[in-house]
């Protein structure tokens, strides 16, 4: 017999609407504590509330203490199924992949319509993350974001509309995988994994997003802000404006880390352009490339490889080697 634990952490999934002001709000039990399904094999499920939180309250606090919850139902849980909140969900799921080291399925999923609203998607995602849960095809495939009739590998998802039930996408690659009423079928698999254990993570790494006309005005006050590292969404293939060169200089002559990303979804970011500003000069002046990463994932592993004292050389190899 296999044996399941859903661990709720709370967002949309875990709220009801108030069908007489349309507001949609936590509630004291659970809406989607008995699941009316047969799985056709006897599990067990149980389940357990972690948090009650919509997601934009989840910090990487709340990540880390989630996953060394994860790590001690994995001693005895064959596969763990976390509901939360859609808007950071795809950041605690990279999150899990980075920390745990674990063969077993973790299966991230959450809704876009509360149980009580028409077209709920809330039971249905559930439903879907346990059967994926129970499947032997999902050992060794990393943290998973199952939504909405596909599987998808935590590093590559992203929400891509506020409101579609088919917000969770992986632009880059697909998905890993799909559900079916009868089967799960998978039909891609991560080629490398790495996870970085970690016991605390109290850094302060910073995001910014690049845009024409952007100077040195924002990079000089993250450095008044102390920062422990910096993520940048640069420009296209990995470009900044000129003028935000005299800063981002500074920063790295106090050896504060900074790793580029490119604010498009798709392609890769390297030291092409050579002129002001370009990528050439970036990598050159000691700026990290990485790549498949967004903003917001980038900015958890800088913060999850300054927590285990990564220097420069190590920060390089991590973001430019490691996926
Ligand atoms: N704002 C909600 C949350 O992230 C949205 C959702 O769960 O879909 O908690």
Do not use: C, W
């Not at 389940?47 to 009650?52: D, L, P, Q, R, W």
């Not at 674990?102 to 509360?114: D, F, N, W």
């Not at 088919?166 to 799960?184: D, L, M, N, R, V």
């Amino acid at each position: 017999m296999k044996k399941i634990i859903i661990i709720h952490t709370g967002g949309t999934i875990s709220m009801l609407e108030n069908k007489d002001t349309g507001e949609i709000h936590t509630t004291s039990d659970h809406p989607l504590s008995n699941i009316p399904y047969d799985f056709g094999t006897t599990i067990m499920v149980d389940e357990h509330i972690a948090f009650s939180l919509p997601s934009p309250h989840i910090t990487p606090s709340h990540m880390l203490s989630l996953a060394k919850t994860i790590d001690n139902f994995l001693v005895e849980y064959d596969g763990i199924v976390v509901t939360h909140g859609t808007d950071t969900l795809e950041e605690t799921a990279y999150f899990l992949d980075l920390v745990l080291d674990t063969e077993k399925p973790v299966i991230l999923t959450g809704a876009m319509r509360s149980s009580n609203e028409i077209g709920s998607d809330a039971l249905y995602n559930l439903i879907s993350s346990i059967r994926v849960a129970l499947s032997s095809d999902a050992y060794s495939k990393g943290v998973l974001v199952v939504m909405n009739d596909e599987i998808h590998s935590a590093i590559n998802v992203t929400k891509t509309s506020t409101s579609n039930i088919a917000t969770f996408q992986s632009p880059q690659y697909g998905p890993i995988g799909i559900i079916t009423k009868e089967s799960i079928i998978f039909h891609h698999q991560l080629v490398t994994r790495t996870t970085y254990p970690v016991e605390n993570i109290s850094k302060r790494v910073f995001l910014l997003k690049a845009y024409a006309g952007m100077d040195s005005k924002l990079f000089e006050l993250i450095h008044v802000g102390n920062p422990d590292g910096l993520i940048i969404e640069g420009l296209g293939q990995g470009n900044l404006p000129k003028e935000t060169i005299p800063a981002i200089q500074k920063l790295l002559k106090d050896n504060i880390p900074i790793v580029l990303v490119s604010r498009s979804f798709r392609g890769t970011v390297g030291p092409t352009y050579a002129y002001e500003g370009g990528g050439k000069q970036l990598k050159d002046m000691g700026v990290i490339f990485t790549n498949g990463l967004t903003g917001p994932k980038a900015r958890l592993k800088l913060l999850i490889a300054l927590e285990n004292n990564a220097d420069y050389m190590i920060l390089r190899d991590i973001f430019e080697k490691e996926f």
